[in-house]
């Protein structure tokens, strides 16, 4: 996260370092306007669960505010009662707090504003400037015209202001059905820009509202309702993606029709975040959720921000990947793999390594003694020499894993196979000394090994080298553990452009593998959930939320190092 400037204005050095819109709130700073005040918002509609292209805007919209020492609102945008549950207005909230923002007593509804956004359409009316319209949506769409071809006209442009006024009052009172008729702005059926050919702001709804109730009848349409409640709040910089670009001529039509003084605020467009490998419209997110092709909106292959926390990536690892991607004017996707290299760098600072077998198989050490345990200190994390060390208990039969042992292993195949010798981490040199095997499915049941006990760390031989190095668990001392092992949800890096094709073609059939016979070290057995830990040599894991005390279930976050593209070369 940037540092706060108390000043209000940055040094060259820091200059250089901002992006093309904080270069914009430098100017707007330098030049006086609004005082030289930053006042941004975050407006959210509470339709759904947020996603990461979400978390880029809050890292803008509240980071911009905290660079220049301004503030930064939340505000939901509740202007559909069709779409919206206080379930969303609570998840949205705790994912920006999870993130690292806050928004202190600053927090807004458009809701708030219904009854001064409905006045401002009256007082439209009264100027003139709005009217009603009875044609139903398909009508006023044919209406329109095209980008080269000017529109027409509604038969109902200019009623009197008496009749608008009437007919906009029975509106809200709820005598009429939906769809049957709109409140228009009247702007110009000619302009170039389809949003000015006179834009719909006030429809119908019959349905109660989350916050409101059965008060409206009339709900304002998004263009009517934002930049106006940015004006009531005293925005001074309305951060949106590129697509409100075009929408930008509308919000400073309304916003000089309501302004009595020199204060406007300015609206400024950036890149949205897109993802490889993803879909970012919470539309589709949502289908997935309702068709249960995921377990919900936190299911961790989701790009939701609550099913990346569930998966384990944290709130700096999401903030590095947005500072890392910028802002610019120019839509890009960006490659999956970037955002997992952010997570990889912040857990390899601070994530504890443990000894964790997926796939087990038992190894037994012969000359050990069978009644003999002991504990081997081992390194927490040697980025951290703060995080210090931990004891793992080690007996005669271990866990290790089952890919780890091959019958013929070729040349260059560095773990165990048969009189071969492999270091047990932290522990002591083994080397094979047989194997049993089910003649029928050709599985290693069991592998039989011999240790050298000069080679324990503080040994005569603790130096002796030896290539390969196996992690493991000791048998007696095992916990039991469920483990998901999740990969991308589709299979293709772009599912929603490939034309003649549902984006739900693409689904990634291996996106989730669930391991119920894993083992764990013991100081997992009561691990607490979102605790987060490097499985040596497989990867990066999370407590999900549903572990409990002795049964703990982990979620993969990411693998040591990106696999996938290699795998997609195949």
Known sequence: MNEKNTGGKNSPAESSSLNFIEQFIEEDIREGKNDGRVHTRFPPEPNGYLHIGHAKAICLDFGSAERFGGKCNLRFDDTNPMKEETEYVDSIKEDIHWLGFDWEDREYYASDYFDKLYDFAVDLVKRGLAYVDDQNSEQIAAQKG??????????FRNRSVEE??????RMKAGEFNEGTRVLRAKIDMASPNMHMRDPVIYRIVNRAHHRTG?????????????????YFEGITHSLCTLEFEVHRPLYDWLVDRLRTGDYRPRQIEFNRLNLTYTVMSKRKLQELVEEKLVSGWDDPRMPTI??????????????????????????????????????????????????????????????YPADKEEEMELVNNPEDESMGSRKVPF??????????FMEDPPRKFFRLGPDREVRLKGAYIV??????????TGKIEKIYCEYDPDTKSGGPAANRKVKGTLHWVSVKHAVDAEVRQYDRLFNHEDPMGQ???????????????????????PSLADVKPLDKFQFQRLGYFCADKKSEPGKPVFNRTVPLRDTWGKMSKK
């Open 146 to 155: 095209t980008p080269t071809k000017p529109g027409t006209e509604s038969p």
């Open 164 to 169: 608008n006024l009437d007919l906009f009052t």
């Open 214 to 230: 059965n008060k409206w009848h009339v709900y304002p349409m998004y263009d009517f309702a934002h930049g106006q409640s940015d």
């Open 306 to 367: 609550s099913g990346l926390r569930r998966r384990g990536y944290t709130p700096e690892s999401i903030r590095n990947f947005v500072k890392t991607i910028g802002y610019t004017k120019v839509e890009a996707i960006n490659d999956f793999a970037l955002l997992e290299h952010a997570v990889r760098n912040d857990l390899n600072a601070k994530a504890p390594r443990v000894f964790a077998v997926l796939d087990p198989v038992k190894l037994v050490i012969t000359n």
């Open 395 to 404: 007996s005669n039969e271990l866990y290790i894993e089952r890919n780890d």
């Open 431 to 440: 080397k094979c000394t047989g194997y049993d095997k089910d003649e029928e």
């Open 499 to 521: 034309k003649g094709h549902d984006y739900k073609e693409f689904l990634n059939p291996d996106s989730l593998e669930v391991l119920r016979n894993c083992k764990l070290e």
